[in-house]
């Protein structure tokens, strides 16, 4: 079955930097696009990132563009999310997700496979 297994969170400081992994089995990777969502306390999972299947298109959030970058390696079935200047309001679950969409989608529901999710807390 399909697997989404994030790595790489931790507790950082205001300014810091982490670079989020999500890696794919149980699917063709290259067939699927993938996001990052996340959801703080409290408040409804959000849209951080998404990437085409061949990796060439990207979108990203408000709140995150010009300090996140999400990419991915098809031959490693691998999903990144690069978070640079972190801010005390980046701290949530991070989570990734796959979606059969041939385009680029920002809204949660397309996404029928997602990941345990990984804590990513930002102290300031």
């Known amino acids: 079955q399909v697997q989404l297994v994030e790595s790489g969170g931790g507790l950082v400081q205001t300014g810091d930097s982490l670079r989020l992994s999500c890696a794919a089995s149980g699917l063709t990777f290259s067939q699927f696009g993938m996001g990052w969502f996340r959801q703080a306390p409290g408040k409804e999972r959000e849209f951080v990132g998404a990437i085409s299947r061949n990796g060439v298109s990207t979108s990203h959030s408000d709140s995150v563009k010009g300090r996140f970058t999400i990419s991915r390696d098809n031959a490693k079935n691998t999903v990144y999310l690069q978070m640079n200047s972190l801010k005390p309001e980046d701290t949530a679950v991070y989570y990734c997700?796959?979606?059969?969409?041939?385009?680029?989608?920002?809204?949660?529901?397309?996404?029928?496979?997602w990941g345990q999710g990984t804590q990513v807390t930002v102290s300031s």
């Open positions: 997700a796959a979606t059969w969409a041939s385009t680029i989608t920002s809204s949660k529901y397309n996404y029928p496979y």
